[in-house]
């Protein structure tokens, strides 16, 4: 178990709503700006509202949590005695607005030009993107390595190495290198233990924080001029958008009831026949699905979602559905114990410290190893609001472990026990929007949810092998439509390192040429072999961090290398992060329903979210 740390208390003010960090006058007061809109901020002061908790302080009883929960016609997806155990354990971030710590008056009169706009409107200031408060929205990528490992170890930007690369990521993915396609046995060859649904986790998590939507992969292109689309925080803005004041499209206000009830828009299924999860262990147990797709727009089935990557396939789409529902079910839970601050607010903060607490206690820990997570809690040293440029050796080479994880063929469900990886990427494209009823997923199988499904779908190893539907994207032609091709160039124009100098400026004993070739083709040795061996001495870092996986972990986590690259870039984001759970006043503890008390992890986070029944 991670030790969280407990923040200086001068830069973890009591609060809920996002806070820009502390800093000296020097560096965030404007004093034109600050004469310019201090008497609207005072009016914005006064006019907003901040949680104040329960009406009643007392322990909540189930006789009263049945009557509200009839009262309000909720249907919850637990328990009332969960409910109820989930209910008195929360701890709203109450403070009289009189109380506010300076810095967070400072930040709202430092606010920058394209937010100072904002002054004066009658939101609640913490409906806001926390980046978009504190940030001048400049975020960038960058390295993580210095220059001068970079200029020593990175491979030459030109035709031969351009060549080689494409020659390299075709044989990744060849017909017949995964030995065993079909099993979902972790005692087979190729089959890791890490349920599938990580894989697409995993994608989610990655459309949190990176968007690179400028670079090109046909010039040499210094990676600290590239923008990142998405702020550099685990703070679900794929999910939120930019909140309900400035994306009131994505969700649903109340009619009745508590004003700030405020829940996600859900999608309807096009209905076909029954899908999804299952009642009864078996086909008739599922039943014909009406709402589990994203919210789409009318006349082009366009999803209406935080981030248009999360409906690249199937399994992701309806991942970011289970977590639309995962919000609503935390208002309910809230509506339902008569929750007396902004709902919104409080709902938004719970989802996004269990989100954050099972990215780092259970994804990470799955990939990097218990071991390199909790030396990178104790090591790295992000203090709040720390300049951060996101890397792209985690960007563009570790974090693409989740590529080699990719199966040829999943089982959605009772219906479709193979789905193969085109029709996943098909069944959420037109004419079949939106998703069909029977191609609803039953993440019982894809996660480890203790609902028995006849089959529970494992990731590919993480090796060097790549599923061969990779080899023909939607989109692409050619070389380009070759998965591993374009990871591959992409790390040559941006100038990354090579595996082996990012080893030794960890201090890391780089692997061995007799480690890279061990179990890899003729053909593909070859390549590695030709032009004097640049490949094999100057490896490129994703080639390098999948086969030191492979031959190190065994292919179910990342190897030395990977995984401290992977686990250092989340532990500083969330540590600069004031609102993190890292950052939480006296320390974070999950209060949802959970199969371990204490604990909290995506299968149970798709649980409370109501997506593993019918």
């Not at 637990?78 to 929360?90: D, K, T």
Request: hydrophobic share 40%; glycine share 8%.
């Amino acid at each position: 178990m991670v030790t969280k740390k407990k923040a200086p208390a001068k830069q973890t003010p009591k609060r809920l709503g996002a806070t820009k960090p502390t800093k000296r006058k020097a560096e965030t007061r404007n004093p034109a700006a600050t004469s310019e809109i201090a008497e609207p901020v005072r009016e914005f002061l006064k006019k907003t509202s901040i949680p104040k908790g329960f009406v009643n302080p007392n322990p909540i009883v189930l006789s009263e949590l049945r009557k509200r929960v009839t009262e309000t016609n909720l249907r919850p997806t637990v328990s009332l005695e969960q409910l109820l155990a989930s209910a008195n354990r929360i701890k709203p971030a109450d403070l009289p607005m009189e109380k506010l710590p300076e810095d967070v008056k400072e930040s709202i009169l430092a606010l920058k030009p394209g937010i100072r706009r904002f002054h004066g409107v009658k939101i609640p200031l913490y409906w806001f993107p926390f980046p978009w408060l504190s940030s001048a929205c400049a975020d960038r990528f960058g390295y993580m390595s210095s220059a001068a490992t970079r200029a020593a170890t990175k491979l030459p930007f030109n035709f031969t190495t351009q060549e080689l690369l494409g020659q390299l990521g075709n044989m990744m993915g060849d017909p017949g290198r995964d030995p065993n396609p079909a099993s979902h046995n972790p005692a087979d060859a190729g089959v890791s233990s890490i349920p599938a649904g990580f894989t697409y986790f995993g994608q989610f998590v990655d459309h949190d924080i990176t968007f690179d939507v400028s670079s090109t992969l046909g010039a040499a292109t210094d990676a600290n001029t590239i923008s990142n689309m998405r702020s550099p925080a685990l703070d679900l803005e794929s999910v939120y958008g930019r909140g309900p004041g400035l994306d009131p499209f994505l969700y649903v206000f109340p009619t009745c009831g508590p004003a700030t009830a405020i829940k996600l828009h859900r999608g309807s299924n096009t209905p076909i026949g029954p899908g999804g999860p299952s009642n009864n262990g078996g086909k008739s147990g599922m039943v014909q699905q009406t709402s589990w797709d994203v919210p789409r727009m009318q006349g082009t089935n366009t999803a209406a979602i935080g981030d248009p990557r999360n409906d690249e396939n199937l399994i992701i789409v309806q991942f970011q559905h289970a977590m639309l529902c995962f919000h609503n079910a935390v208002v309910d839970l809230l509506v339902a114990v008569a929750f007396a601050g902004d709902i919104f607010a409080e709902a938004k903060r719970i989802v996004t410290h269990h989100y954050q607490w099972a990215v780092v206690h259970d994804f990470l820990k799955r990939i990097c190893g218990v071991a390199t997570v909790n030396n990178a809690m104790a090591s790295v040293s992000a203090p709040i609001g720390s300049s951060f440029r996101m890397p792209v050796e985690f960007a563009v080479a570790a974090y693409r472990f989740g590529h080699s994880m990719i199966r040829d063929a999943y089982w959605v469900n009772f219906n479709f026990p193979e789905a193969t990886l085109e029709k996943v990427f098909e069944f959420n494209r037109d004419p079949r929007l939106p998703v069909f009823s029977t191609w609803v997923v039953d993440f019982n199988a894809f996660f480890d949810t203790g609902v028995p499904v006849p089959v529970h779908n494992k990731a590919r190893k993480i090796d060097s092998f790549m599923a061969n539907g990779l080899e023909s994207l939607p989109g692409f032609s050619g070389m380009m439509a070759i998965l591993a091709t374009r990871n591959l160039r992409r790390a040559l124009a941006l100038g990354l390192p090579s595996g082996q100098g990012m080893a030794n400026s960890f201090g890391i004993a780089p692997m061995t040429a007799a480690q890279l070739t061990s179990g890899v083709p003729v053909a593909e040795t070859a390549v590695l072999n030709s032009s004097g061996g640049l490949l094999l001495n100057k490896t490129p870092l994703w080639y390098y961090v999948l086969r030191e996986a492979s031959v190190l972990a065994g292919g179910n986590q990342l190897g030395p290398v990977g995984g401290r690259i992977v686990a250092e870039t989340f532990v500083r984001i969330l540590k600069r992060d004031a609102s993190s759970y890292l950052n939480v006043a006296g320390g974070f503890t999950p209060i949802l329903p959970s199969s371990m008390p204490g604990d909290f992890t995506v299968a149970d986070l798709v649980a409370f979210a109501g997506v593993t029944q019918p």
